[in-house]
């Protein structure tokens, strides 16, 4: 077990180094921020100046290294355009990211694993067939348009829900008014979610429903209650927590969307306006905690898997 | 029903067999016929357009009425024809970037798992790297360091969309080269070029296919986000996502929803479609269902 999670992790660090790598690779391409402040009141030798403050005068190798070793000391640089460092920048966003990321899971969950199991049971009724519409539905409609129908029905016509921000302007903010205010991103991003991780769970429960050892708890005459409940829920397990890894990565990349069209204050909100500005050391930090965020997600979900089902292979 | 099954099955070509199955996927069927027709439209859009779709042909913003029957834009220019031209687009945009994923996945995954080794491992790696960027802060990115517009996105989908379909090439090739047809093939010095090209791709043709139409679904879907953000295809060329673009302003999304409502439902009608029909070849093409 130990030799397992050491190996997966040792696989995990070529891979963390080489998402570096592109991830400089992809910055440098995008040229020098140098452009944005160009202009005819900025003179030749302030851009001069700025590019040696800035390290660009190196090669680009170089930088990388640079950069490497300040991560290694835990600096992720400072913002071009507003100076302040990176990791604070990051730090003040995470939380609200966290937060509707956490919630939206959470949600997604309690849509997803009863309606997953319920439609696997009652496989070609009319329940499941709704079921299945509906995750189709979810997973076919596109975040911005259903956010926009919730803000043209929830704030335009019915005037329910606010549809910007994380508080009321002027407001201290209670946890009410953040509550309200989380209700249609959540929306959003579970129902988007729940879409393809129905369909994943009730095609797991399916296989397990048709297992010999199920046959048997039938066959004993427990009851259907506790032929489900007991034998296949337990062995659910497996399928859901597969789910929960696979959602992280669509959590962060869906947050972009949502956060862009709510106005949410976090990551993804400051990550737009990064790549708009191209202020490269904040989007390199982005990436780089996304991609660290994702990778332990999935070394995670690999050893969790290894634990709950015995019958995987070790090597 | 138990007429159906006397019906003789012995003689049937394997052609047959999968449309039998997909025919019992009634939802699907609906969606192939949908999707015919609105792929037809987009194709003939030239003909059937009631105007130039960049032409300003009405006034600003106008609602709904018999010569224009989804409204005016804007600037004047005839909704219904734009959202002709936009369905054009997207499935262009979607078709394309599905076809370079494809073909890079494949050339990868056949490399790495009939080779195994070392190129395995690099090819392996490099997959799982690309997974690990959160999918729309990459594509986000790289539309913005490229320049937005219609081929940059049809590329930069077609880039990033391969892991998937190399990862399930690879298992594929991994099972395959333990089958007893292709060791003989082995055995007897056939190229590999053969051997990779003409017995282990056909037989991997089927979760080939099932896989590409979700990517289908996704690039489309991405290209519609990207386009809503400004980051995707560029006006006056019109898409389902950036006709949606007009939407974030207020008077747009409150007073005007002719501009925005149907472009959205056209993007969840093409995209549903396309989901069931893979739902439909994924039970149809499984060896394993009767």
């Known amino acids: 077990m130990y030799k397992y999670i050491l190996k997966r992790i040792l696989i995990a660090i070529p891979v963390l180094i080489g998402i570096t790598i592109i991830d400089y690779v992809i910055m440098c391409m995008a040229g020098s921020p140098l452009a944005m402040m160009q202009g005819p009141r900025v003179s030749e030798a302030a851009l001069e100046a700025k590019k040696i403050a800035l390290g660009l005068d190196q090669p680009v190798y170089i930088q990388y290294f640079v950069w490497l070793g300040q991560l290694l000391h835990g600096n992720l640089g400072y913002s071009i ?13 995470l939380g609200p990211t966290l937060l509707l990321m956490g919630v939206s899971l959470i949600v997604s969950l309690i849509l997803a694993v009863p309606s997953g199991i319920y439609s696997a049971i009652h496989q070609y009724e009319k329940g499941d067939y709704a079921v299945v519409t509906m995750s189709f539905l979810g997973s076919s409609i ?3 348009f259903l956010s926009l129908l919730l803000i043209y029905v929830f704030t335009v016509k019915l005037g329910w829900l606010p549809s910007s921000g994380m508080t009321t ?34 095609s797991a429960v399916l296989e397990i429903l048709q297992q010999d050892y199920l046959r048997t708890a039938k066959a004993k005459g427990i009851g259907r209650f506790r032929v489900i409940n007991k034998h296949a829920l337990r062995n659910a397990l497996v399928p859901i927590v597969t789910v929960i890894g ?25 990550t737009m306006s990064a790549i708009s500005s191209r202020d490269y050391p904040v989007i390199m930090g982005v990436c780089l905690l996304s ?24 090597n | 029903m138990e007429q159906k099954k006397k019906k003789d099955i012995t003689n049937e070509s394997y052609l047959q067999t999968v449309f039998r199955r997909f025919r019992r996927h009634r939802l699907a069927m609906v969606s192939l016929v949908l999707l015919t027709v609105l792929v037809g439209a987009a194709i003939l859009a030239p003909w059937i357009a009631p105007y130039d779709p960049n032409a300003i042909v009405g006034t600003f913003s106008g609602a709904p009425c018999p ?6 834009d804007q600037i004047g220019r005839d909704v219904l024809s734009r959202l002709l031209y936009a369905m054009r687009i997207s499935l262009l945009v979607g078709v394309l970037a599905t076809l370079i994923s494809t073909v890079i996945g494949v050339m990868l995954g056949l490399v790495a798992g009939y080779f195994g080794g070392i190129p395995d491992m690099i090819i392996m790696r490099f997959t799982d790297m690309v997974m690990s960027f959160p999918y729309i802060l ?59 090209f003409s017995e282990i791709l056909p037989n991997t043709v089927a979760p080939i296919l099932v896989y590409a139409t979700s990517v289908l679904a996704l690039s489309m879907l991405d290209e519609a986000a990207l386009s809503f953000l400004g980051q995707g295809v560029q006006p006056p060329t019109a898409s389902l996502g950036n006709m949606l673009n007009g939407a974030q302003s207020l008077t747009v999304l409150t007073t005007q929803p002719w501009l925005w409502i149907p472009a959205g439902l056209l993007i969840v009608i093409l995209v549903m479609a396309i989901n069931f029909i893979g739902d439909a070849l994924r039970d149809a093409l499984d060896p394993n269902s009767r």
Do not use: C
């Open chain 1, 81 to 93: 355009k507003s100076y302040q460092p990176v990791s604070e920048m990051i730090a003040s966003h």
């Open chain 1, 142 to 144: 596109p975040g911005f």
């Open chain 1, 169 to 202: 302007l002027g407001t201290a903010g209670s946890a009410g008014d953040v509550a309200a205010h989380m209700v249609m991103p959540v929306l959003v991003l579970s129902f988007s979610m729940a879409g393809s991780n129905i369909r994943y769970i009730r």
């Open chain 1, 246 to 270: 696979m959602e992280i990565p669509m959590l962060f990349g869906g947050a972009v969307i949502i956060e862009q069209v709510f106005s949410w204050p976090g990551l993804g909100l400051m």
């Open chain 1, 291 to 314: 991609a660290v965020v994702v990778l332990v997600a999935n070394l995670v979900t690999d050893i969790l898997y290894a634990l709950v089902d015995p019958t995987i292979s070790l």
């Open chain 2, 67 to 72: 010569e224009h029957w989804l409204g005016t």
């Open chain 2, 138 to 196: 990459l594509v986000l990115v790289a539309a913005a360091i490229f320049r937005p517009g219609l081929w940059n996105i049809i590329l930069i989908l077609g880039f990033v969309d391969w892991p998937g379909i190399a990862r399930l090439v690879r298992g594929n090739v991994l099972n395959l080269r333990e089958t007893n047809f292709v060791k003989g093939s082995i055995v007897s010095g056939m190229p590999v070029r053969h051997i990779l």
